[in-house]
């Protein structure tokens, strides 16, 4: 009997916040031995787990997968979190695509800005990128396709990616998603989905831009 999934990455969201939604979203249970210190990442390395010398690294199935969208794109297949057919699954790629560029900006911010004042600033910059870009074009894909989900008729990557960022925003702006009743909607239903997952107290964290501060005084002496 295979073991129980390992995700090595620090104390902190970051790239590996995504993989770990989806695992809970998929009730699998999961290990995560923390990246506490240089020491143990240069161990990892050293050790030879790392293909490219940087985490996230996920040991699966036998495997040690690195790389953030190919760790993503087999628990998706693995767990039927990846549509149906190659039509479906280039438009879960195509939306998990436009939220990843949005959580990424969302995840450098701490790091671009350590002055809390710049930070705010930036962030008040990045909530307009995110109500003019990115979720009106979210909110298109929910009215035009007319389903509960962004693909098909069933949960996906996709959707899991897109709330996340939607949650992460909020923590910026709360009312981020007034405009955007389709979306709030949205995030009703996933929150409902997501209620008996596995280990969720990492999805409820709602601290606000202060999580930023804490983003970079926890992991500053291990990056």
């Known amino acids: 009997m295979a073991g129980k999934p390992k995700l090595h990455y620090m104390n902190t969201r970051g790239r590996m916040e995504t993989i770990r939604w989806l695992l809970a979203t998929a009730g699998v249970e999961f290990e995560e031995p923390m990246i506490k210190s240089k ?28 790389q953030t969208r190919a760790i993503l794109n087999y628990i998706a ?24 560029d949005l959580g990424e900006m969302i995840m450098m911010l701490p790091w671009k800005c350590t002055d809390p004042k710049e930070r705010e600033k930036e962030a ?19 009215k035009d396709h007319g389903q509960d989900f962004l693909v098909g008729n069933q949960l996906s990557r996709a959707d899991i990616q897109v709330l996340e960022v939607i949650l992460a925003t909020e923590e910026m702006k709360a009312d981020v ?16 989905h997501l209620s008996g997952c596995y280990e969720c107290d990492f999805l409820l964290i709602g601290r606000g831009l202060d999580w930023m501060a804490h983003e970079v005084s926890s992991n500053s002496t291990i990056l």
């Not at 940087?54 to 690195?66: A, F, R, S, T, Y």
């Not at 008040?124 to 894909?141: G, M």
């Open 39 to 66: 020491a143990d990442l240069e161990k990892l390395r050293k050790d030879g787990v790392l293909l490219f010398q940087q985490v996230p690294m996920v040991e699966i199935d036998g495997m040690k997968l690195v």
């Open 77 to 100: 297949e693995k767990y039927n979190l990846y549509g149906k057919d190659i039509k479906q699954k280039a438009l879960i790629d195509m939306y998990g695509e436009g939220a990843y």
């Open 124 to 142: 008040t910059a990045l909530i307009e990128k995110a109500t003019d870009r990115y979720f009106p074009a979210f909110e298109k894909v929910l």
């Open 177 to 192: 998603l007034s405009k955007f009743p389709l979306l709030q909607a949205f995030k009703q239903r996933l929150d409902g």
